[in-house]
C-alpha cells in the first residue's frame, strides 16, 4: 500500500513515527516531506520543489492519512486527495473535530474522507487492518 502523510510542520516527529510503523508493515511512503523538518530553507525554488515533490507524492498514493493538528497546506492536501479520488484517513486524537461545530468541516464528512480516533499507534493499527 503507498501512502502520503500529510500534517502540520510541527507534527513532524509524529509523521516519521506513523511511517515507520507502517513501512515496518511493508507500505511504502510516496514523500517524507518531514525530511526538510526543521525547515531550514524558506527560498521559492526550495518551496516549490518541495510543492511538487508532495503533489507527485500525492498522486502516487493509494490512502492520504491526515494527522491534526493540521498545518496551512494540509487542507490543499486534503483537497489534492478528494479532487484525485484518493481515500483519506482524517485522524484526531478525540472526536472533537468530528461533531457538527465549529471545529469541523464540511470536506470532512465526504464519501472518501475516512475519521480515526487515537494516538499514532492506534491509528497505525487501524490502518494496517486494510
Not at 507534527?11 to 525530511?35: I, M
Not at 520543489?49 to 491526515?66: P, R
Request: aromatic share 10%; glycine share 6%.
Amino acid at each position: 500500500m503507498n501512502f502520503y502523510i500529510a500534517s502540520s510542520l510541527i507534527n513532524y516527529e509524529q509523521v516519521r513515527n506513523l511511517s515507520r510503523l507502517l513501512k515496518n508493515a511493508g507500505w511504502e511512503h510516496t514523500y517524507d516531506w518531514t525530511l526538510h523538518c526543521p525547515v531550514k530553507e524558506t527560498d521559492v525554488e526550495a518551496l516549490k520543489s518541495i510543492g511538487e515533490k508532495e503533489y507527485e507524492g500525492i498522486k502516487q498514493s493509494d490512502v492520504v492519512i491526515i494527522l491534526t493538528p493540521q498545518g496551512r497546506g494540509t487542507h490543499t492536501e486534503l483537497g489534492i486527495a478528494i479532487a484525485l479520488n484518493k481515500k483519506v484517513y482524517l485522524c484526531h486524537h478525540d472526536d472533537t473535530y468530528f461533531k457538527c461545530d465549529d471545529n469541523t468541516s464540511t470536506f470532512y464528512w465526504l464519501s472518501q474522507v475516512n475519521q480515526l480516533i487515537g494516538n499514532t499507534e492506534d491509528i497505525a493499527s487501524e490502518l494496517l487492518k486494510l
